[in-house]
């Protein structure tokens, strides 16, 4: 019930395309949903996060779309460029025994030029 | 504002033997976590600090991982005996939470990449 299952695991995007990754959960205690971006050789950074008192959240190229219902979020890079290419994790957490932060499995982004 | 900072960065050892990686938060931040990235994996929380108390160990293996957080800034995790399995990347974070609370923001270092072998 901790798990958040995180799709694809690749993706290729031309330059000027939309990456889109999603995330599903199951536990309902879930409140909070980050994103966070991961180049090589270093930790990962957050980029944009979520409650799920809204739909959708916009920080310029980047907007998460959120589905209460069905229990599903995901990330939207517009105008994708080559300097996106990195791996995204979608993550969850909540209050009490869920308070502690879920990663997904990771999407590796490449942007072609 | 410095971020996290930890080292070494490689570690190569043969198992059976033991390691220590050293992590150094953000000034200020008095929650630390340690977390395991298995390669082609998402991070995996480790041990969560708050100021040098323990909030969370659950997914520690007790048996051959230790950590500590003496005066409530830097942290050592330790690894003894390793084992092939722990080959992977261990990250440490920061966040300013004042309690054990959600939402923070969550600050990384590099991480240290280890290689049992």
């Known amino acids: 019930q901790q798990q958040v299952k995180q799709s694809p695991q690749s993706l290729i995007v031309q330059k000027g395309g939309i990456s889109i990754i999603n995330c599903a959960y199951e536990?309902?205690?879930?409140?909070?949903f980050p994103w966070y971006q991961q180049f090589p050789g270093k930790g990962p950074a957050l980029l944009i996060a979520?409650?799920?008192?809204?739909s959708e959240k916009k920080e310029g190229r980047f907007t998460i779309s959120f589905n209460k219902s069905a229990k599903q979020f995901s990330l939207h890079i517009m105008d994708s460029q080559p300097g996106d290419s990195a791996t995204y994790f979608c993550?969850?957490?909540?209050?009490?025994?869920?308070?502690?932060?879920?990663f997904g499995s990771g999407t590796q982004l490449t942007v072609l030029p | 504002e410095a971020g996290v900072a930890q080292s070494p960065r490689y570690k190569i050892i043969e198992k059976r033997q033991s390691v220590a990686f050293w992590c150094n938060p953000i000034?200020?931040?008095?929650?630390l976590y340690w977390y395991q990235q298995i390669l082609g994996q998402g991070p995996k929380l480790l041990i969560q600090?708050?100021?040098?108390?323990?909030?969370?160990d659950s997914q520690l293996p007790k048996d051959r991982f230790s950590a500590e957080r003496l005066k409530g800034v830097d942290s050592t995790l330790k690894i003894q005996p390793a084992k092939l399995e722990d080959s992977a990347v261990y990250l440490c974070?920061?966040?300013?939470?004042?309690?054990?609370?959600?939402?923070?923001?969550?600050?990384f270092g590099p991480g240290t990449r280890l290689l049992v072998l």
């Open positions: 974070a920061s966040s300013s939470f004042r309690t054990s609370g959600n939402g923070e923001t969550q600050y």
């Open positions: 536990n309902t205690a879930f409140d909070y």
């Open positions: 979520i409650r799920p008192d809204v």
């Open positions: 993550a969850a957490s909540g209050d009490g025994s869920a308070r502690q932060l879920t």
């Open positions: 000034s200020g931040h008095a929650t």
């Open positions: 600090f708050q100021n040098n108390g323990v909030v969370d």
